[in-house]
Each structure stands twice: as C-alpha cells, then as structure tokens.
C-alpha cells in the first residue's frame, strides 16, 4: 500500500505490545504506541500466563516468552496448591484439562520479563514515551489521541490499552464507573536466594488460605520470587480506610503484622520479603459494547475491568491481541492495495467484540457476584475448606481456546445469514 492503515495504540504495557505484536503481522498495518512513561519498564510484581494466552502467544510467534530461563513452570504439572493458613494442610489442588505440552503449562513472571519478552518483536521507533492519554476522538475517516502536553496524534484506527482507568474508554463512555472492591495486594518480586533458606518451600506455586485474607507465593523466571498478601484495605489509627495509590511503597511490617500468627512457613516467607509495594482492587460493571466507533476499540484491562480476578489479567490481553488480529485478517485480508472504508473496519471490530466481550462478561459476573459476599473471621475451619474446594472451577477462562471462540462466531453468521436468504425466498414463494 502507498498508505498503510495507521493503528493507534494507547499504552505499551503488555496489552499494549500484543496487540502491536498482533497488527505487525498484516503487512498493511503500521502501527504506533503511545506510552505515559519515560522510560519502558512494567511497573508492579509477578504475572501469571495460562495455557490459553501462553498458546496465542505462541501463535503470534513470540516464542522467546515461552522459554524456561524466562518463565517459571511447577514441576509437578499442577497450576496452583492450596494451603490452609494455619495448618499448612494442603486443601487443594487445580489441574490441567488439556494441556499436553509442557510449554503451554501454566507460567509465572516478572512483569519485566515478559514485558521485555514482547518488546523484541516491536521496533523502537514505533513507541512514543511521554505521551500520558488525556481524551481521544473519532469522526468518519479519522481517530484523535489528545496527550497532557498539548500535543496531539491522528490515525484511522484507535486501540485503548491503557488499562482499568483506560481514558480512551473515559472519552467513549464517560457513565462507566470504577469501585473499590474493598481489597489490596502487597506485592514484592526479590531473587530466589532471599528464601533458598526456608525449610520445606513449596517447589510449585501456592496460595494459602484464610479466613479473611490470603497469601501467594511462588519462583518465578530468571531465579526471581514473589510473595503477594491480599487483605482488607488497611485503616488508619482514627477508623478511615487509608487511601492508597496504586504501586506506593509501603512498609514490609504491614505484611509481617498481618501474617504474625499464620503457619512457619508463610511467617518465613514474609521474614524474607525485602520490601513491598501496595496495590489497590479495582472492577466495574461489563461494557455493553467494544465498539466504541467505527474506529475505535478496547483491549486488556481497558476492556475488562474485572480487577485481576483469577490472574487472569495478562492472558486475557493476549487473547485479545490474537482476537483482533483474526477478526482484522478475517474482514480486511492478509493484504489489501487501498485503504479500509469506515463500514469495513468496524465490521472488524464487531467481529472481535462478538469473539471477546461475551467471554470476558462471564468473568466480570463471577466477579461481582463474589464482593459483598466475603468471608469473616468466624468462619470454621470446615468452612473455609469447603470454600476452597467449592470455588468456581475456571477451566473455561484458562484453557480457552480464542481461535475456536472466533470459528465459531463465524459460523454462527454464516447459518444466520443462510436462514435470513431462506427465509426470504420462502416469502416470495
């Protein structure tokens, strides 16, 4: 093409770049992120990718992120222990459905890694630091990102990756609203030598359980660990709920008053965490539609503001690249001599919407219909057991397969479209 069509990317985290990963590989795209920090880091702690986002990465061929240097896989092939907060009895376990090759295994990072991972596939050039989103637009033939400094970007397409306070989505739909879910993280990614010391640590991730709060801990790639707590949102000495702002330092004696009474082994790991950083929860209410425009769209947490549930963040953004990418494949081509018309492109993201937005939902119903519904102190240890191996089984979210999801709206249009053409040779019958 003389001119290629100009994707727009709000944000360069992990959404982000899968997406630019995805789009690079229709030769008529040229893609352009646009990323509010100086500098190119991931901010926050340890993800987890599940089989599903592992398989589309690998499909996308970003396969220097599925090597066991980078990712850490469990030995004993199981996705998560559970553990009881006092006992340290192991409660319960997930399994894989069908997973049948080592590399799709569930994996754990440092965000860094993986961020670093993606960001070989994407040239420099196409990044812009220093662009912090404060509003976009959309007429017919064009998109507009409007950045804090004044200045301002156009392109035919717009991608919101800028994650769960996403300002595309803000200038698309000003009504959806955010709430707290009552919860934070504390979080901290150290090396593995900090607990090379401890006595029985567990070789596969775990995640204990309490009455109230939960603790998580596991290596992760390049001999790095995590421990993570998930508590109630602390309050002050008066009784307020502390504001806090996402990843703020905050001091690791929380963490070791919080977990003063829990097992040895949890105690030793919290002993060992050098340092912690907070992250408030966040999730709001399913969008009623992606398709904010003809030409413009949402992936990740910008799309999903289901608050991290089930670590499920980062593989769901990955889905959502791949999604893209076949629904624009599918509408535009693998190659095409001129650009898309407005009708075509939003073809495309009506396609992806009918792909993600149902999938995501399910999530985000789950989501909601657990806040308000917390555990208390007073729960038995019978109790808490049986929450455990009750929760909801999510075999569905991490082992999806995106591509089939996509084959088979697909073929629902197409046996619609087939009933609509019978149904009117039949009226003129």
Not at 230 to 252: A, C, K, L, M
Not at 331 to 341: E, I, M
């Amino acid at each position: 093409m003389s001119q290629p069509v100009k994707v727009m990317i709000a944000g360069a985290g992990i959404a982000g770049l899968s997406v630019a990963v995805a789009l690079r590989r229709l030769p008529y795209i040229e893609v352009e992120l646009f990323e509010q920090a100086t500098e190119l880091r991931e901010i926050g702690a340890s993800i987890a990718i599940s089989p599903n986002g592992l398989r589309s990465l690998e499909k996308l061929g970003v396969l220097n992120a599925l090597d066991e240097d980078v990712a850490f896989r469990g030995p004993s092939a199981i996705p998560m222990i559970y553990r009881h907060w006092k006992t340290n009895e192991v409660i319960h376990q997930d399994y894989f459905d069908n997973v049948t090759v080592r590399r799709h295994e569930t994996a754990r990072f440092h965000r860094g890694h993986l961020h670093a991972a993606l960001l070989e596939h994407v040239p420099s050039e196409r990044i812009h630091l220093s662009k912090t989103v404060v509003s976009a637009e959309a007429s017919h033939d064009k998109v507009t990102l409007h950045f804090v400094d004044g200045t301002s970007a156009q392109g035919d397409i717009l991608i919101g990756a800028d994650g769960i306070h996403s300002k595309v989505r803000k200038s698309f739909v000003p009504d959806h609203q955010l709430f707290s879910t009552g919860k934070v993280f504390l979080r901290s990614t150290f090396d593995a030598s900090l607990v090379a010391h401890i006595r029985d640590l567990p070789l596969d991730s775990t995640h204990w359980w309490g009455p109230k709060e939960n603790f998580f801990a596991s290596r992760l790639g390049k001999n790095q660990y995590t421990t993570v707590g998930n508590f109630d949102i602390p309050v002050s000495t008066d009784g307020r709920v502390r504001n806090v702002q996402w990843d703020d330092e905050e001091s690791v004696e929380v963490l070791r008053q919080r977990y003063k009474d829990w097992n040895p082994l949890v105690k030793a790991l919290v002993d060992a965490t050098p340092y912690t950083r907070i992250y408030p929860n966040h999730a709001g209410q399913p969008l009623s539609t992606w398709v904010l425009d003809s030409r413009v769209t949402l992936v990740g947490d910008a799309a999903h503001t289901h608050g991290g549930a089930f670590a499920a963040g980062g593989s769901l953004a990955i889905d959502d690249a791949y999604a893209l990418f076949l629904a624009f494949r599918h509408v535009l081509g693998s190659s095409r001599a001129q650009k898309p018309k407005a009708y075509e492109v939003r073809d495309a993201l009506a396609l992806y919407d009918e792909t993600r937005r149902p999938h995501t939902e399910r999530l985000l119903k789950i989501v909601l219909h657990g806040i308000g519904a917390q555990a208390t102190n007073t729960d038995s240890d019978e109790i808490l057991v049986e929450r455990v191996r009750n929760k909801p089984n999510t075999i569905w979210l991490s082992e999806h397969d995106v591509e089939k999801a996509f084959q088979r709206i697909l073929q629902n249009r197409s046996t619609t479209e087939d009933n609509s053409v019978e149904q009117a040779t039949i009226s003129k019958l």
